[in-house]
């Protein structure tokens, strides 16, 4: 759901406690659930059910105050990238997938179910058969990136980047110049910077050095003022 957030009504729609735009948010995605069930029926009644590859995710999270901002486009934090993903495919058990993945990895498995896995050679994600079959072919220090920036006129610069790797996030904003490092299996929803701490030195130049590999991108020409 985006901003602004439409307020859902009916019986078909529960209450919740949150109130306000969270209120509203929920209610929106509670109806897109009963949106789902009615897609899901018809196919049903169609017969189409069992040929019907299903996914459910959504491009970003919405920010309502964890760090301070609203909406989104605006940070890298969890509760923006976070994000549901759900993949249905016909005769496929339940299962859920416990390594970190990453929204660039839908293409992959598309390709792959499709057996047309030579296609992916040049792609950067990852099959999510990989994870949910052989799981001990993952990578555990598999980084997930993230990157954000608004160039216009009359608005605030800014240019984050992020990568998440094993247990850690690592925050970098190219204008300012500032750093942010969290634990996250204690520290989840990223509120306690720990880069001041001496012993992560080494950790946070090993980070800075991974996201430097992919400076040479067009994201990062255009946060330059480059053509």
Same mark, same amino acid.
């Given at each position: 759901?985006?901003?602004? +957030?439409?307020?859902? @009504?009916?019986?078909?729609?529960?209450?919740?406690?949150?109130?306000?735009?969270?209120?509203? *948010? #929920?209610?929106?995605?509670?109806?897109? #659930? @009963?949106?789902?069930?009615?897609?899901?029926?018809?196919?049903?009644? /169609?017969? /189409?059910?069992?040929?019907?590859?299903?996914?459910?995710?959504? #491009?970003?999270?919405?920010?309502?105050?964890?760090?301070?901002?609203?909406?989104?486009?605006?940070?890298?934090?969890?509760?923006?990238?976070?994000?549901?993903?759900?993949?249905?495919?016909?005769?496929?058990?339940?299962?859920?997938?416990?390594?970190?993945?990453?929204?660039?990895?839908?293409?992959?498995?598309?390709?792959?179910?499709?057996?047309?896995? =030579?296609?992916?050679? @040049?792609?950067?994600?990852?099959?999510?058969?990989?994870?949910? *079959?052989?799981? =001990?072919?993952?990578?555990?220090?598999?980084?997930?990136?993230?990157?954000?920036? @608004?160039?216009?006129?009359?608005?605030?610069?800014?240019?984050?980047?992020?990568? $998440?790797?094993? $247990?850690?996030?690592?925050?970098?904003?190219? +204008? /300012?110049?500032?750093?942010?490092?969290? #634990?996250?299996?204690?520290?989840?929803?990223?509120?306690? =910077?720990?880069?001041?701490?001496?012993?992560?030195?080494?950790?946070?130049?090993?980070?800075?050095?991974?996201?430097?590999?992919?400076?040479?991108? =067009?994201? *990062?020409?255009?946060?330059?003022?480059?053509?």
């Amino acid at each position: 759901m985006h901003h602004p +957030y439409f307020s859902a @009504q009916g019986k078909s729609v529960p209450e919740f406690h949150s109130t306000g735009e969270l209120g509203r *948010y #929920d209610r929106g995605i509670a109806q897109f #659930d @009963q949106g789902l069930r009615v897609l899901i029926e018809k196919l049903k009644f /169609a017969d /189409a059910w069992d040929r019907t590859v299903l996914i459910v995710t959504a #491009d970003h999270g919405e920010e309502f105050g964890e760090h301070g901002g609203t909406i989104h486009s605006r940070t890298c934090y969890e509760e923006v990238t976070h994000v549901p993903l759900v993949v249905r495919l016909p005769m496929a058990g339940e299962m859920r997938i416990k390594p970190r993945v990453a929204l660039l990895d839908l293409v992959p498995t598309l390709l792959e179910m499709l057996g047309a896995q =030579n296609a992916t050679a @040049q792609l950067d994600g990852q099959s999510l058969f990989v994870p949910a *079959y052989e799981p =001990n072919l993952v990578d555990p220090q598999r980084p997930i990136f993230c990157s954000i920036y @608004q160039v216009m006129s009359g608005r605030p610069r800014f240019f984050t980047r992020s990568v $998440r790797r094993g $247990r850690w996030s690592f925050f970098e904003e190219a +204008y /300012a110049g500032s750093v942010e490092l969290y #634990d996250l299996p204690v520290d989840q929803r990223e509120h306690v =910077n720990v880069v001041g701490e001496v012993q992560s030195a080494q950790l946070v130049s090993d980070l800075r050095q991974l996201l430097s590999q992919v400076r040479d991108g =067009n994201l *990062y020409k255009v946060s330059e003022g480059s053509e």
